[in-house]
C-alpha cells in the first residue's frame, strides 16, 4: 500500500479542512513546524484505515479538536499498486466509513460501514482488537514501516501475523513453532530426571530409582559378603579338618611314646639306685685302705722330719752366740760419738751469743744514721710549708673568677666604652664605597679633620656626634647632621652594660675593671707560685706521701733507737764501737760457727749410723732365737705323732692292716661292674626323654583340644549360616536389581535423550537461523554502511531478527544500546529499509520517517538523502520535518491546503 | 538293574531377564522333579539317581530343600541316590548334605558323602562325589579303585559330576572327565553330570542327560569331538535317562525321557511389514503345537517401523503374547517416520527433520567404527562433544540403544506437539 492523498477536518488543529498536494510515489517531504499538525495527518490516517469508525475509545477522541465535541473526518487515498482507493471515514459524530475504488476518473462505492472498515482493513494488512482503538501492532507493516516521533530509538518486536510476514519474508524460513514446543517438551522430559547442570535431579524418578538400586545393592553386597565368609569358611574347614586329623595322630604317637619311656625310666631307677649303693660301698673301701697307706707314708715322713730337725736346732743355736757378740761392739762406739757431739754442740752456742752482741750494735749504729738523714729532710720540708702558707693567705685575699667569666666582664666593659664612643657620635654614620682606591677626609666636631685611604669596592663607615664633613677629591664637601632617635636608644643600652658592669664588679669585690685587671693578674702569678712550691715540696718528700709521714717516720725510728738501746744495755755490751770493726768481728764468728756446725752434723750422722745398725743386730738376733725355739718345738711333736701312731696298730702292726684293706677294695668293686653290667647303656638320659615326651604328649594334646573346639564352633557358626538361604536371597536380589537397573537406564536413557535432543535441536535452530540471517546481515550492513560511510562494519541480528550489535564480528560488535543515539537512528532508518525493500517485492510500500534523524550530522545527512533517494526508486517514502532545509533539492515538498467543507466529502 | 539317571536340576536357580515371572520359572522344576520320581515309579526303577548338582547352590533357602526332601519322601518306593555336584558340592558343615533334613536322610534316600560303593538291585552304584566348586582332578579316577573292589559282582554303574575333556571345550579346573572314563574304570555305565545338553560318550557307556527342564533359548549343539549319533540337539525340552544294565559287561540299554515341562521359544519378528509378520507370528503362535501356558517366549523385534505401526504392533502383541508362562520382548526395532511422515516432516519442520538426520548418522556411525569418528552427519565430533558437554553428558556413552531411544523419544515428543 501507497498513500496518494490525505485529508483532514475537524481533527485536532485542524478545525477546518486541509488537504495534502497528491503523493509522488517517491521521496515525499513534508515540512513544518512543530505543532503545525505533520504527525496529526499521519496519526488520523492510520485510525482511519485502521479502526472502526465506531469506535469510541480516548485514542479517536484524541482526534477532536480541543474543547469540541466535533466528528474528526479523515479521507486517505491510497492504492495497492494496481488499484487505487478512496476511505471515507467520520468518526464519534454522525460516524461511518465509505470506501471508494476508482475507475477511469470516478469513484465507484465498494462498502459502507463496517464493511468498508473490514475491506479497509484487509488492503492495509491490519488487524482489529479484541476491543478498543487499534495499537501499531494492530497496524500490519506500517508497525515497522512508520517510524514515530515519540518512538524510543528501539526495533519493535516480530510478534503477531505481520511481524510473523516480515520475519518469514525476511528471512525467508517461517519460525516454526512446532521446533520450538519440541524443545521444550524435550527439555521438560530432560528436566523431570536432571537439573539444568545435568546432576540427577533430587526427589525425581530417576532419584527415586537410582536410591531404590543403591539400597537394594547395598543389601547384595551384605548377603554376597556372608556368602563369601561361609564359602572362605567352608575352605578353611576343610584345610582345618586335615590339620586336626593330623594333630589327632600326633596326640596318639605322643602319649604312646611318653607311656614308653616312663616305664623304662622306672626300670633304669631301680638299677641306677642298686649301682649307687655298690659304688658307696667300693668308695669305703677304697677309703680305708688309702688310710693305712696314708699312715705308712705318714711314719716314714715322720721319722725322716725328725733327723732334719735336730740339724737345724744346732744351726740356729751357733747363730744366736755370734749375733749377740756383734751388738755389744755397736753399743760401745755410739756411745763414744755421742759425746764427741755433745762437746761440739756446746762451743757452737757459745759462738751465736757472741755474734748476737755485735750484730745488735750494728742496728743501733744504722738506725742512728737514718734518723739524722730524716730529721734533716723534715726541716727543709717545714721551712717551704712555711713560705706556701704566706702565699695561700696572699692568693686569698684576691678575686677569683674564671678566664671565661673575666673574658665576658672585658667584653662588657668593651662594650660599654663602644657604646660611649657611639653615643658621642650617636646620629651620623656614613657609608662610603669608591669604585676605585680614593682618598678621602672626613671632618667633625670630636675629631677634626681627618684624612680616609679607601679601597675600590670595600665600604668605609665614618661616625659623629652631630655633624659630620666628608672631603671628596674632584667632588666637593657633604655636610650630614643627625638627630636625636640613635642618641637615646644608645644611651639606654650604656645604662644596661653600665649596671651589669657594676653588680659584677660588686659582687667580686671591685669597684672598677681596671682594678679587678690587676687583681686577676696578681692571682694568676701567685696560683703560678703556689703550683711550684707545693711541686717543690712532692719533690723532698720523696718516697713519703705528705710531711705528716715524714714526721711519723722519725718518731718511729726515734722509738726504734730506743729499744736496740735499751737491748744493748740489758746485754751488758759495749755501745759506741766502730762499726766496721762490729762488721768484721761478726764475719769472723760466722765462719768458726759454720765450722762447728758441720762438725756437729758428722757425728750425728755417724751416731745414727751406729744406731741403726744396733736395730738391725737386735732383729736378726730376735729372729734367730725364734727360729731356734721353733725348732725345739718341732721336735717335740715329731716324737709324740711316732708314739701315737705305735699305739693305733697294735700288734699286728701297719702291713698286716694294709693287707686287710686291699682285700676288701677287690671284692667291692666286683660286684658294682656287675650291676652296671645291668643298667641300659642310655639309662642316663631316659628321665629327660621321658619328661619331653609327657610334656609333649601334653601339648599336642591341649593344641588338639583347642583345634577340635575351634573347629566345632566353625561348624556351628557355618550350620547357621547355612541354613540362611543366603543364595536364594541373593538371586532375588539380583533379580530385583536387574529390573530396577532396566527401569533406571531406561528412564536415564529417554531423559538423557531429551536432553540431548533438546541441545540438538536448539544448535540447528540456531544454524538455521544464522544461515538465513546472513544475506540480511548482509544487506543491512550494506545499507549501515551507505548512511554512514564506515562500510567496514557489519550488522549483526540475532535470531530474533533484533539487532545485536554493530562491529567487525558477531562477539567483538558494539551493543546496539550502546551506540549513539544517531547511529541508532541510522541503523534503524537501515532495518526499515531492509524491510521495507523486502516487502515492496510483493507489493508497493510506504515508509514513513516522522522526524526521526534529528540526531544526524551534516556529513551524514547528505549520505541519509543520497540514501532516501535511491531508496524511493522502489519504495514511497514520507518525510515529516521541522527541518525543511535538511531535505531541500530531494524529493516533492508537500503542503497542506484549506479545503471547502463539502469538498473533504462527506461519508453518508 | 534300571535306574532313572538325571543331573543338574539346578533347583533354586535365578532368571535375572524375567523379572517377576522369575519365581514361577524357579517353581517349576520341583514340580517336574515330582513327576520324574512318578515316572520312575512308573517303569519300576530300582533307583533314582541325581548325579550332581540336584542344588543351584549350597545356600538355597531351607524351605525349597525341605521341599525336595518331601518330594523324595512322598516316594518312599523310589531308592534315590544323589551325587553332590558342583554347584552344590560336599563342603563341609553349612552345606546342604550337612544340615537338616539331607544331614540325616530317610533310608531311601543315600547322599553319596564319599567315594564308596554302593549295592542296588544285583549291581552296584560306584560314586566320586565331588567336595569342591572347581578342580583340576578328574572325579572319576576313584572310580576305577572302587570297582576293583566290587569285581565280578554284578553291573558296575559309575555316578560323577564332571566336564567331559574335550579338548578347547572345557576349563582345566572344571572337573574334567576322561572320554572314555567308563571303559577305563571297567564300569558298565557312567552316570555323569555337568552340562545342561544330552551327551553321549565312551561308546554309549558315559551318558549326561543334560537338564531335565531346559533354563535357555540356546537349542542344542553336538560337541565338537562327539561321535556322529553320538550326541544330538536337546531339542525342545529337557530330559533324563531310563538306563537298563542287564548284566555285568553287556552293554548299557539307554532311553531318553522327555521330562521338561516348558519350551523355550526364540523368534524374530520385523516390524515394519507389519501385516506380513503379524501374519508370521500367528501362523507360529497359534499353531497346533501351541502351548503358551507351558512356553517360554523370547520375541525379538527388529526393523524401523513408524508410530503407527509400532503402536499396532504393541498392542497386538499384548493381546497376543498374554497367555504366554513368561516372555521376553528383545526391542532392536529403530523407530522411523513413515514416507509421508518424513516428506512433510523436510517440507514443514526443516529443522526437525535436520535433528533426524542427525540421529540416523550418529546412530549408523555407532553402529560401525566408534573409535574417534571424524563427523556424525553433518555434526563434526568437537560439536557432538560440545553439545553433549553443554548438559554433561558424555557422547562416548551414546550406545546403540540411546539412539535408539533419542529416536523414539523426538517420534513421540513430535506427535505429542504436533497432535
Known amino acids: 500500500m501507497i498513500l496518494r492523498r490525505i485529508r483532514l477536518s475537524r481533527v485536532a488543529c485542524f478545525l477546518e479542512g486541509v488537504e495534502t498536494d497528491p503523493l509522488d510515489p517517491g521521496l515525499n517531504i513534508l515540512a513544518a513546524n512543530n505543532e503545525e499538525g505533520k504527525s496529526t495527518l499521519v496519526r488520523a490516517a492510520a485510525r482511519a484505515l485502521f479502526d472502526r469508525y465506531s469506535g469510541k475509545s480516548q485514542e479517536i477522541r484524541n482526534l477532536q479538536p480541543a474543547g469540541t465535541d466535533l466528528g474528526p473526518r479523515v479521507t486517505v487515498e491510497f492504492s495497492n499498486g494496481r488499484e487505487v482507493f478512496r476511505l471515507e471515514k467520520q468518526f464519534l459524530q454522525s460516524a461511518g466509513s465509505r470506501l471508494y475504488r476508482k475507475n477511469n476518473d470516478k469513484w465507484d462505492l465498494l462498502a459502507e460501514g463496517d464493511k468498508a472498515d473490514r475491506r479497509t482493513l484487509e488492503l492495509a494488512g491490519g488487524e482489529q482488537p479484541g476491543a478498543g482503538a487499534t495499537k501499531p501492532q494492530h497496524w500490519g507493516f506500517l508497525r515497522y514501516l512508520w517510524a514515530r516521533q515519540e518512538e524510543p530509538a528501539a526495533w519493535p518486536s516480530w510478534d503477531g501475523n505481520a511481524g510473523g510476514r516480515v520475519r518469514a519474508t525476511l528471512a525467508r524460513v517461517e519460525v516454526d513453532p512446532v521446533a520450538d514446543s519440541l524443545e521444550a517438551a524435550l527439555t521438560g522430559r530432560f528436566h523431570e530426571c536432571f537439573t539444568p547442570n545435568g546432576q540427577v535431579k533430587r526427589n525425581g524418578p530417576l532419584h527415586a530409582l537410582t536410591g531404590e538400586l543403591e539400597a537394594l545393592e547395598a543389601e547384595l553386597a551384605e548377603v554376597a559378603a556372608g556368602r563369601l565368609r561361609l564359602e572362605e569358611q567352608q575352605e578353611a574347614f576343610g584345610r582345618l579338618s586335615e590339620e586336626l586329623r593330623v594333630l589327632r595322630g600326633e596326640k596318639e604317637r605322643t602319649r604312646e611314646e611318653a607311656d614308653r619311656l616312663i616305664e623304662a625310666a622306672r626300670r633304669a631307677e631301680s638299677a641306677s639306685r642298686e649301682v649307687r649303693t655298690l659304688q658307696k660301698a667300693l668308695a669305703e673301701a677304697d677309703e680305708r685302705l688309702q688310710a693305712v697307706d696314708r699312715d705308712a707314708e705318714k711314719r716314714k715322713r715322720t721319722e725322716s722330719e725328725q733327723a732334719a730337725n735336730r740339724e737345724k736346732t744346732e744351726a740356729a743355736e751357733a747363730r744366736v752366740e755370734r749375733l749377740q757378740r756383734i751388738r755389744r761392739e755397736l753399743e760401745e762406739r755410739l756411745a763414744r760419738v755421742e759425746r764427741e757431739g755433745r762437746g761440739v754442740e756446746q762451743a757452737v752456742r757459745r759462738l751465736k751469743a757472741e755474734q748476737a752482741g755485735v750484730q745488735l750494735r750494728l742496728r743501733i749504729a744504722a738506725a742512728r744514721e737514718s734518723l739524722a738523714e730524716k730529721k734533716e729532710l723534715l726541716e727543709k720540708i717545714e721551712a717551704r710549708e712555711a713560705e706556701l702558707q704566706a702565699k695561700e693567705r696572699d692568693r686569698a685575699g684576691l678575686p677569683r673568677l674564671s678566664g671565661k667569666r673575666l673574658e665576658a666582664l672585658r667584653a662588657l666593659a668593651g662594650e660599654i666604652r663602644d657604646l660611649k664612643n657611639r653615643l658621642a657620635a650617636a646620629g651620623l654614620a656614613v657609608s662610603v664605597t669608591a669604585a676605585q682606591d680614593r682618598t678621602m677626609e672626613t671632618d667633625t666636631p670630636e675629631e677634626g679633620r681627618r684624612s680616609h685611604r679607601l679601597e675600590g669596592g670595600k665600604s668605609a663607615d665614618f661616625a659623629a656626634a652631630r655633624e659630620l664633613v666628608v672631603h671628596l677629591p674632584e667632588w666637593g664637601r657633604i655636610e650630614i647632621r643627625s638627630g636625636a632617635a640613635e642618641v637615646r636608644e644608645k644611651q639606654q643600652a650604656l645604662e644596661t652594660a653600665k649596671e651589669n658592669l657594676a653588680a659584677a664588679l660588686r659582687e667580686l669585690g671591685t669597684e672598677r675593671f681596671e682594678d679587678l685587671e690587676v687583681a686577676c693578674a696578681r692571682a694568676r702569678e701567685l696560683d703560678a707560685d703556689l703550683k711550684n712550691l707545693r711541686q717543690g715540696i712532692g719533690d723532698v718528700l720523696g718516697r713519703f706521701g705528705s710531711a705528716d709521714d715524714l714526721r711519723r717516720t722519725v718518731r718511729e725510728e726515734e722509738a726504734a733507737l730506743g729499744k736496740l738501746l735499751e737491748s744493748n744495755a740489758a746485754g751488758d755490751g759495749p755501745d759506741g764501737c766502730d762499726p766496721d770493726e762490729l762488721r768484721r768481728r761478726d764475719r769472723e764468728n760466722e765462719r768458726k760457727r759454720q765450722s762447728l756446725e758441720e762438725e756437729h752434723a758428722a757425728k750425728q750422722r755417724e751416731a745414727e749410723q751406729l744406731r741403726r745398725d744396733l736395730t738391725a743386730n737386735s732383729r736378726e738376733c730376735g729372729e734367730a732365737e725364734g727360729e731356734r725355739n721353733r725348732l725345739r718345738t718341732a721336735a717335740v711333736v715329731l716324737e709324740t705323732r711316732l708314739k701315737e701312731m705305735a699305739e693305733r696298730y697294735g700288734d699286728g702292726g701297719l702291713e698286716e692292716a694294709r693287707r686287710r684293706a686291699g682285700r676288701e677294695f677287690v671284692q667291692a668293686e666286683a660286684r658294682l661292674e656287675e650291676a652296671k653290667r645291668l643298667l641300659p647303656e642310655d639309662w642316663e638320659a631316659l628321665p629327660g626323654r621321658r619328661d619331653r615326651a609327657v610334656k609333649a604328649a601334653s601339648e599336642a594334646g591341649a593344641e588338639h583340644d583347642r583345634r577340635r573346639e575351634a573347629l566345632l564352633r566353625m561348624e556351628g557358626e557355618m550350620r547357621q549360616r547355612g541354613s540362611e538361604g543366603l543364595y536364594s536371597r541373593e538371586v532375588r536380589l539380583r533379580e530385583k536389581i536387574a529390573l530396577k537397573r532396566e527401569e533406571a537406564g531406561a528412564l536415564r536413557r529417554r531423559s538423557g535423550a531429551a536432553g540431548f535432543l533438546a541441545t540438538l535441536l536448539g544448535f540447528r535452530k540456531r544454524e538455521a537461523f544464522e544461515r538465513v540471517l546472513a544475506p540480511l546481515e548482509e544487506q543491512l550492513s550494506v545499507q549501515f554502511g551507505e548512511l554512514t560511510g564506515r562500510r567496514e562494519r557489519r550488522v549483526f541480528l540475532d535470531e530474533n531478527l533484533q539487532v545485536t550489535g554493530v562491529g567487525r564480528d558477531r562477539e567483538s560488535g558494539i551493543p546496539f544500546e550502546s551506540l549513539s543515539q544517531g547511529a541508532r537512528e541510522q541503523l534503524l532508518l537501515a532495518l526499515r529499509a531492509a524491510v521495507a525493500l523486502e516487502l515492496a517485492e510483493e507489493e508497493p510500500q510506504v515508509l514513513i520517517l516522522d522526524d526521526v534523524l534529528v540526531n544526524t550530522d551534516p556529513t551524514r545527512q547528505q549520505r541519509v538523502l543520497d540514501f532516501l533517494e535511491s531508496l524511493a526508486r522502489r519504495v514511497q517514502i514520507l518525510v515529516l520535518t521541522c527541518h525543511p532545509d535538511r531535505y531541500r533539492g530531494v524529493g516533492q515538498r508537500l503542503a497542506l491546503h484549506p479545503v471547502r467543507e463539502d469538498e473533504t466529502g462527506t461519508p453518508g | ?419
Open chain 2, 1 to 419: 538293574m534300571k535306574f532313572i539317571h538325571s543331573a543338574d536340576w539346578q533347583l533354586g536357580a535365578r532368571f535375572s531377564n524375567f523379572g517377576e515371572r522369575a519365581e514361577a520359572l524357579r517353581a517349576v522344576r520341583p514340580a517336574t522333579l515330582r513327576r520324574t520320581l512318578e515316572r520312575a515309579r512308573a517303569e519300576a526303577a530300582d533307583a533314582f539317581v541325581v548325579a550332581g548338582d540336584l542344588f543351584e547352590d549350597n545356600q538355597v533357602e531351607d524351605s525349597l530343600v525341605r521341599e525336595v526332601m518331601a518330594l523324595f519322601e512322598a516316594f518312599p518306593d523310589v531308592p534315590v541316590f544323589i551325587l553332590p555336584g558342583n554347584h552344590d558340592p560336599l563342603c563341609g558343615p553349612g552345606c546342604i548334605w550337612e544340615r537338616p533334613p539331607f544331614r540325616e536322610p530317610p533310608a531311601h534316600v543315600t547322599v553319596f558323602r564319599e567315594p564308596r560303593a554302593c549295592p542296588v538291585a544285583g549291581g552296584w552304584f560306584l560314586a566320586a562325589p565331588l567336595t569342591q566348586k572347581k578342580s583340576p582332578r578328574d572325579p572319576s579316577l576313584a572310580l576305577a579303585d572302587l570297582a576293583r573292589e566290587v569285581a565280578g559282582a554284578g553291573p558296575r554303574a559309575g555316578v560323577t559330576h564332571g566336564s567331559p575333556a574335550i579338548e578347547s571345550k572345557h576349563q582345566p579346573d572344571d572337573h574334567p572327565v576322561h572320554l572314555e572314563a567308563a571303559s577305563r574304570a571297567g564300569l558298565d555305565y557312567l552316570a555323569l553330570g555337568h552340562w545342561h545338553r544330552w551327551q553321549v560318550f565312551d561308546g554309549g557307556r558315559m551318558v549326561m542327560p543334560g537338564t531335565p527342564e531346559p533354563d535357555g533359548f540356546d537349542p542344542g549343539r553336538p560337541p565338537e569331538g562327539a561321535a556322529p549319533g553320538e550326541a544330538g540337539s536337546a531339542g525342545p525340552r529337557g530330559r533324563v535317562a531310563l538306563v537298563d544294565l542287564p548284566a555285568a559287561g553287556a552293554p548299557p540299554k539307554v532311553t531318553p525321557l522327555e521330562t521338561g515341562s516348558l519350551r523355550w521359544i526364540a523368534l524374530d519378528a520385523d516390524l515394519p511389514d507389519w501385516d506380513a509378520c503379524r501374519a508370521r507370528l500367528e501362523e507360529k503362535l497359534s499353531g497346533p503345537d501351541a502351548d503358551p501356558e507351558h512356553t517360554v517366549l523370547r520375541l525379538t523385534l527388529r526393523g524401523a517401523p513408524d508410530l503407527r505401526v509400532r503402536e499396532a504392533a504393541d498392542a497386538w502383541l499384548d493381546r497376543a503374547l498374554g497367555a504366554y508362562f513368561a516372555r521376553i520382548v528383545d526391542d532392536r526395532t529403530v523407530p522411523a517416520l513413515s514416507e509421508a511422515e518424513a516428506t512433510a516432516l523436510r517440507r514443514e519442520h526443516a529443522v526437525i527433520a535436520r535433528v533426524m538426520d542427525d540421529l540416523e548418522a550418529a546412530a549408523a556411525l555407532v553402529g560401525g567404527r566408534r573409535d574417534d569418528p571424524p563427523s556424525v552427519g553433518g555434526l563434526t565430533l568437537k560439536q557432538l562433544e560440545a553439545l553433549a558437554a553443554e548438559r554433561k553428558q558424555d557422547w562416548r556413552e551414546f550406545d546403540e540403544s540411546f539412539w535408539r531411544t533419542a529416536r523414539e523419544v523426538l517420534h513421540r515428543e513430535l506427535r505429542e506437539v504436533t497432535s
